[in-house]
């Protein structure tokens, strides 16, 4: 049997999830972290178009990257969202930016769902 892919989203000081990530690899799985909160600094995210025509998410960090579709669940717990310098920008820029990873975020995870329905 193949091993389980979890992805976990959480954020890097939530002790809870630092415990579920070392009971998932002592029971065999294979939990792959994201922390929302590290886009745009370390981590990168995008939406494509794939080749079989459906929409599948990729999340990409220093050297790595992850097709949603190679998941096979999803433990969120309290990501956080994402910080970055917002240093000589106006209130209307930072709340644009901050709609914009959200929006991004979501439909992330709103994709999350129906890929596994596929598989």
Not at 79 to 95: F, Q
């Amino acid at each position: 049997m193949p091993t389980a892919r979890v992805l976990v989203i959480s954020n890097p000081e939530d002790q809870h999830t630092i415990e579920i990530v070392q009971k998932l690899v002592e029971v065999g799985a294979q939990p792959i972290l994201f922390y929302p909160e590290q886009l745009g600094d370390e981590v990168h995210a995008s939406l494509v178009d794939g080749l079989s025509g459906s929409c599948e998410g990729i999340l990409l960090g220093p050297g790595e990257q992850l097709h949603l579709n190679t998941v096979d669940t999803v433990w969120y717990r309290r990501p956080r969202v994402p910080a970055w310098n917002t240093d000589g920008l106006s209130p209307e820029a930072v709340d644009f930016a901050r709609d914009e990873w959200r929006s991004m975020l979501e439909a992330t995870y709103a994709l999350m769902c129906p890929l596994k329905l596929h598989r």
